[in-house]
């Protein structure tokens, strides 16, 4: 089974940006996740093929709300899922649970950020399709969460018993090769792809498919 990759454009493009990062990444393989900003989902799930992912919701139902982004949204617009809990925007446990319970209820996928495993067991109790392992003190920074935390995924992998993506400082082939090898299931990455010169030729280094 091919490893799962997810490339969070985060806030690097927005716009015409995000939707022309995004057809370099399906140039490489259509199967990259993507995740964007709420206002750039429709345009990149019509102009490509990608399964695009919300880098956020909120619980809420249709009504009377202002300023948060309801699931309904995002599912209109074109995503199959959203992420939740990223270091850059973390949420309580409460808040995790409900936005959960209501993605499941509209038939949205989940994959929920974890600082560490004692955190992920907790997360784990709410049956997020996937849960992402990101120690927060990695994320941007130039050392791979597989070079200094292998342990911790080789932890994860005994014993959280679910699937995992690892994510902070992924930047090489190595990187992924041995976030697989210690147990994940795959690897989420953003400023290596975001922020190259070349991201076509990044990403297919890091993957390695020509």
Not at 77 to 92: F, P, V
Not at 197 to 202: F, G, S
């Amino acid at each position: 089974m091919k490893p799962i990759i997810l490339v969070n454009l985060k806030t690097y493009q927005t716009g015409l940006d995000s939707v022309k990062i995004s057809k370099i990444i399906a140039t490489v393989d259509k199967n990259i996740l993507v995740a964007a900003q709420a206002s750039d989902i429709y345009e990149i799930t019509k102009s490509t093929k990608l399964k695009v992912y919300s880098q956020h919701v909120d619980p809420f139902e249709p009504g009377r709300n202002t300023g948060f982004i309801l699931p309904e949204a995002i599912k209109k617009d074109g995503a199959i899922g959203t992420l939740l809990n990223h270091s850059e925007h973390k949420l309580d446990l409460k808040t995790i649970k409900e936005t959960i319970i209501r993605c499941k209820k509209i038939k949205l996928k989940t994959m929920v950020f974890a600082k560490d495993l004692k955190e992920a067991k907790q997360i784990k109790k709410f049956n997020p399709d996937f849960i992402i392992y990101e120690p927060p003190e990695l994320v941007a920074g130039n050392i791979s969460v597989s070079e200094s935390k292998p342990q911790v995924i080789s932890d994860f992998a005994k014993k959280l018993n679910k699937d995992f993506l690892v994510g902070a400082g992924i930047k090489t082939n190595q990187d992924l090769k041995k976030s697989i090898e210690l147990g994940a299931k795959g690897i989420a990455l953003a400023s290596a792809i975001t922020t190259a010169k070349n991201p076509k030729k990044v990403l297919k280094d890091l993957i390695k498919l020509k």
